[in-house]
């Protein structure tokens, strides 16, 4: 069963920086669809270690981000993880980043189950991103594959 987003509600007494708030809906995205697989974990640290706002981190720093998101999550709950990212993201790029971000954690296993679809137009929702952009970061994402598939079946 997919997990109701949380519109609005408690946040954390520590402020998420942005790239805090782009890991922490990452690690709320693994667990979408009710299960974490390893295939998911390393999608995450793949993805991060990518995301332009990241490539200034040291390893020490990452791991360190990434075990204040867990502690926080284990502490206070996914809610108030995914209500101080939302408010931690305050700019377009960041919220994309953060999208793109759920997008890959979620396709990582090559299977995208309705509940995680669900969580995807749900956090699409929370962001604030229009259904337009929404599938314009798709198409970004995953449509040069299509395309090229296209053109070698012509």
């Known amino acids: 069963m997919p997990r109701k987003?949380?519109?609005?509600?408690?946040k954390s007494a520590q402020p998420?920086?942005?790239?805090?708030?782009?890991?922490?809906?990452?690690?709320v995205?693994?667990?979408a669809d009710g299960t974490v697989e390893d295939v998911e974990s390393e999608a995450l640290v793949e993805v991060l270690q990518e995301i332009e706002f990241f490539e200034e981190y040291s390893?020490?720093?990452f791991d360190d981000?990434?075990?204040?998101?867990?502690?926080?999550?284990?502490d206070?709950?996914?809610?108030?993880?995914l209500n101080s990212s939302v408010e931690a993201l305050s700019n377009k790029d960041y919220k994309e980043a953060?999208?793109?971000?759920?997008f890959l954690i979620v396709s990582a296993d090559e299977d995208v189950p309705a509940e995680e679809e669900e969580y995807l137009g749900a956090l699409q929702g929370l962001l604030g991103i229009s259904d337009d952009r929404?599938?314009?970061?798709l198409e970004e994402l995953f449509g040069e594959e299509d395309d090229e598939e296209e053109e070698e079946e012509e």
Request: charged share 25%.
């Open 5 to 10: 987003l949380p519109k609005g509600g408690k």
């Open 65 to 74: 981000l990434l075990s204040k998101i867990v502690s926080i999550g284990q």
């Open 98 to 102: 953060a999208l793109m971000t759920a």
């Open 16 to 27: 998420f920086s942005p790239e805090e708030a782009i890991a922490a809906i990452g690690l």
């Open 59 to 61: 390893e020490e720093e």
């Open 29 to 31: 995205t693994m667990a």
């Open 76 to 81: 206070e709950g996914v809610d108030v993880l």
């Open 134 to 137: 929404y599938d314009e970061l």
